[in-house]
């Protein structure tokens, strides 16, 4: 498929990005939050600058992302180790159907 350019606003600025027609909606979703995010840091009044607001916005997001990183990989190791008492259990009623 071929990208095409839709327009996003952040902090009052608009611009243009080229994405491929399945992942607009994404990227509009994702624009909204990080402008979310830059006007509430913005709001404090502690960062000034939008240069710094991104910064800050990007610095979040990614520890957000990061700490769901890890509660992802410790619901994954719980579902395996689940499966493998699953696997356990269902070998032994095999085993004690055939006796």
């Known amino acids: 498929m071929q990208s095409k350019g839709i327009n996003i606003s952040i902090m009052g600025r608009d611009f243009s ?3 491929p027609p399945e992942e607009q909606d994404n990227l509009v979703e994702a624009s ?3 402008d ?3 006007k509430e840091i913005q709001k ?9 607001c991104a910064i800050m916005a990007a610095l979040n997001i990614t520890n ?3 700490q769901l990183q890890k509660a992802t990989e410790g619901q994954e190791r719980v579902q395996a180790r689940l499966s493998s008492l699953q ?3 269902d070998e032994v009623l095999r085993e004690a159907e055939a006796v």
């Open 36 to 38: 979310k995010n830059m």
């Open 64 to 66: 957000d992302l990061l």
């Open 87 to 89: 696997e356990r259990i």
């Open 44 to 52: 404090t009044g502690k960062i000034i600058g939008a240069e710094r």
């Open 17 to 19: 990005v080229a994405c």
């Open 32 to 34: 909204r939050y990080l």
